[in-house]
Nanobody, 132 residues
């Protein structure tokens, strides 16, 4: 069974850094497109960063220049390195994956878009709180 488990969230002061991790089962790795989303109460889910099977990355406007998405093949883990954190980065951060829908994801990534509806597998999320 496919499984995604996020960790690494917490409370950090504005300007600080955090690294989020998403451990995924071996079956849910090879040939899967992966992404990080975030959601705050009352707001729609926002695409933060995505990575294709060939390593191509796409970032949402809020993440550009501050966040980096990458993965460790040996550890079956997806990461999101976040720096220069702002209060508005406070949210629940979720890891997502998709396999058969990767062609549609690639088309959207080419346009700079990361729609949540493209992804079929989701973790439970890890909370990030940035104090002002």
């Amino acid at each position: 069974r496919e499984h995604l488990a996020e960790s690494g969230g917490g409370t950090v002061q504005a300007g600080g850094s955090l690294r989020l991790s998403c451990a995924h089962s071996g079956q849910l790795y090879s040939g899967y497109c992966m992404a990080w989303f975030r959601q705050s109460p009352g707001k729609r889910r926002e695409g933060v960063a995505a990575i294709d099977t060939d390593g191509t990355t796409t970032y949402g406007d809020s993440a550009k220049g501050r966040f980096t998405i990458y993965q460790d093949d040996d550890k079956n883990t997806l990461y999101l390195q976040m720096s220069s954190l702002k209060h508005e980065d406070t949210a629940m951060y979720l890891c997502a994956a998709e396999h058969f829908g990767c062609p549609a994801i690639r088309a959207n990534q080419a346009l700079g878009r990361i729609p949540s509806g493209d992804y079929g597998y989701w973790g439970q999320g890890t909370q990030v709180t940035v104090s002002a």
